[in-house]
């Protein structure tokens, strides 16, 4: 007799995979919205002459923003799940493309080296831009002096926190 939650691996795969592509779509019109629809503070200056402060459904160009960021990871989960109930085909299809098990394992350490260097890169390019925002300046002084009356010179002076 057959339970409540006794599904298949193809319709867990199935659901899986309509999930994926709703949060793809999700994705991708979240990220129309940000940048299209609710202007960023330069655009909108642009456009408006002013910053605005704008909305859609309610909901400002923050919110999207981390609406867009929750549904990226969202979607990261189901493709590790998709990943995960596909594994023994990716082994299979890994062993069929490169025949020597030496090669395998030399790709495999490459490929584990590069996405160790490359998730380090990330992190210390994505602190130096955090700390470079100017919203975390502590002091920002422009000074501008003239020597000449035909050779302007300008001095910026920035200090960080």
Known sequence: MKGV?????SKINFIIDAIMFLAMMFMVGSGFVRKYVLL?????????GQKMQMYLLGVDRDTWSTI?????YFLLFLL????ILHWRQVIAMY??????RKQRVLITVIFLITLV?????????????????????ALYKAISAFSTPSTPKLTVT????
């Open 95 to 100: 062993k069929q493309l490169i025949a020597g």
């Open 40 to 48: 960023g503070g330069r655009a909108s200056r642009e456009a408006f």
């Open 158 to 161: 920035l200090i960080l926190e």
């Open 80 to 83: 590790l799940l998709h990943i």
């Open 68 to 72: 867009h960021l929750y549904a990226g």
């Open 117 to 137: 260097g490359v998730s380090w890169i990330t992190k210390r390019v994505s602190a130096s831009i955090t700390r470079f925002r100017p919203d975390s300046l």
């Open 5 to 9: 939650l006794d599904i298949s691996k």
